[in-house]
């Protein structure tokens, strides 16, 4: 009998709830048309817990799905997990623990033969030693044992050069640059990307679903100012579930954020196999 596969999105609104009321109507209409059965979102800007249920509320009501709000203690731009309805929650909760933007963890009843496991975290965007710092700490609250999906902000690299290739460091101001790369005590060195935080998650056991795919590789951001990057991915414990990977690249994404929603596929079916060396 086939078995409908798992839609999952991840989207950084830009600020939701200081943005304009046609913008987030306009992100409701998107997210609708993608028809995700889990959304991972970031940048739900509030000023307190409060505001945040609110918002994260109101997305839920606009796109029919049940949500899991997930506080940034130490930012003012906020996480939350979506899923549809029919869904059961086995277990759901938001850590702190010194993390830039938050980690978000729901398991779910998908009606496979094991749950998955839904998470969502917002790397920060100047440090990279702070990226690394806060990997180490998703490696530990995600457990290979768990057959998970991660959607981040990664706001950093890609494992791989041949598949992420090295930006045009002429194209940058030297201060962007010095918040982006590797360091060296010399500072005549050619600068090089850092990639350890996605180095350390892919020697850590998880998947980096594009590059599983071997999708073509496309920005998710740029399109607004800055330089084109793959900002956005997910990361998985099972990458013989994922079935197809897309960056959504359309005018209207492009209007609406300065992030490009990203969206892969999972077989239910295939979430029960161990877990396989990145």
Not at 69 to 91: F, K, T
Not at 147 to 168: C, I, K, Q, V
Not at 260 to 276: G, H, K, N, S
Request: no cysteine; aromatic share 8%; net charge negative.
């Amino acid at each position: 009998m086939h078995t409908p596969l798992i839609r999952a999105v991840s989207y950084n609104l830009l600020n939701y709830g200081r943005s304009a009321v046609s913008t987030r109507s306009g992100q409701h209409e998107l997210l609708r048309f993608l028809r995700a059965d889990v959304l991972l979102l970031q940048e739900i800007w509030a000023e307190d817990t409060d505001q945040l249920d609110q918002l994260v509320h109101a997305i839920a009501g606009a796109l029919g799905m049940t949500a899991f709000a997930v506080p940034a203690r130490h930012s003012s731009n906020h996480l939350a997990i979506l899923w549809r309805p029919e869904y059961a929650v086995l277990a759901q909760r938001a850590r702190d623990l010194q993390l830039w933007h938050g980690l978000g963890i729901v398991r779910l009843d998908v009606g496979a033969a094991v749950p998955l496991t839904v998470a969502v975290t917002h790397l920060g965007p100047w440090n990279p030693s702070k990226q690394l710092d806060d990997t180490y700490t998703l490696t530990g609250q995600l457990p290979l044992a768990d057959a998970t999906l991660l959607g981040a902000d990664w706001n950093s690299f890609g494992a791989d050069p041949d598949y992420d290739p090295e930006p045009d460091w002429t194209a940058l101001t030297r201060e962007w640059i010095e918040r982006h790369i590797r360091w060296n005590d010399d500072p005549a060195a050619p600068p090089v990307a850092d990639r350890r935080p996605a180095q350390l998650m892919q020697r850590s056991g998880f998947h980096d679903a594009a590059a599983t795919l071997g999708a073509p590789w496309q920005a998710t951001g740029g399109h607004r100012g800055g330089w084109a990057r793959r900002e956005d991915v997910f990361w998985t414990t099972r990458p013989a579930a994922l079935r197809s990977y897309q960056v959504i690249d359309t005018p209207a994404a492009r209007n609406l954020s300065d992030h490009l929603p990203i969206m892969a596929e999972l077989d239910p079916q295939a979430l029960a196999a161990p877990p396989t060396p990145a």
